[in-house]
């Protein structure tokens, strides 16, 4: 295992440790970034925002949307990536999964193949409560790739926050597969706050398991977790 783990003071030292990380991969050539939606990496997007890193020729691929949403809904992920980075910071080309898709094995190749052509150099994952990771849901065999997604009762609950009414949340998504995160060069996953610590000791300390999806990053070479100290609580 060789899990890289930075214990932050806060979101926001953990902003500029993730940052950090993409200024160092632009550096190094990276081409292709990975982005999650989410809570966790809204400092990361704020710091590159303010920043003078230059994405104009890069290319970014989403993990996830949920179906059914379109670009133009406020609670789709396309809307919150342009909200929080892409209308700042434009990139060459923005890849989502196509919430409003309706064959899914259609949009799901489609997808598998952008990410073939265009081989991941940094992905960002934020932390489900129950493990997950993008929209794998614990039980998700490892060797997933873009996937069509029934999202559990927790996941459900927890995201019923940003909708109005609790039964618009989303019951589906798109989203990568493990097996697709798994390809990504470098991995860098964010995760705060008391009630992920079970999450983040069994992702780091436990079996790895299909019961908690976020536990194959184990069998990663090349991973940095950004914690901090409630989310490291149980290690
Ligand atoms: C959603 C997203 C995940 C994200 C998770 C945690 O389920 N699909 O990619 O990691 O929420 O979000 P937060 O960072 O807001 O806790």
Do not use: C, W
Request: charge should be negative; avoid cysteine.
């Amino acid at each position: 295992m060789t899990m890289d783990i930075k214990i932050v003071k806060d979101q926001q030292a953990g902003g500029q440790a993730g940052y950090q990380l993409f200024a160092d991969a632009l550096d190094a050539g990276a081409n292709v970034f990975g982005l999650a939606t989410g809570s966790s990496p809204i400092t990361i997007y704020q710091a590159l925002t303010a920043s003078d890193l230059d994405f104009s020729d890069k290319i970014s691929i989403n993990l996830d949307e949920y179906v059914g949403l379109s670009a133009t809904n406020p609670q789709s992920y396309h809307y919150f990536m342009q909200e929080h980075l892409f209308n700042q910071k434009p990139f060459k080309h923005n890849y989502l999964p196509d919430g409003l898709a309706t064959d899914a094995e259609a949009e799901t190749s489609r997808y598998d193949r952008i990410i073939e052509n265009n081989p991941i150099d940094l992905q960002l994952l934020g932390l489900g409560v129950n493990g997950h990771i993008g929209f794998n849901e614990p039980g998700t065999a490892f060797s997933e790739l873009t996937h069509k997604v029934a999202l559990t009762p927790s996941t459900i609950a927890a995201n019923a926050r940003f909708f109005a009414d609790p039964n618009e949340v989303p019951k589906y998504a798109y989203s990568m597969g493990i097996a697709s995160i798994m390809q990504a060069k470098h991995i860098v996953l964010v995760a705060y706050g008391e009630n992920k610590a079970q999450a983040v000791a069994q992702m780091i300390e436990g079996p790895v398991t299909e019961a908690v999806p976020a536990s194959a990053l184990q069998n990663h070479a090349n991973v940095t977790v950004i914690l901090d100290e409630a989310a490291a609580s149980q290690l």
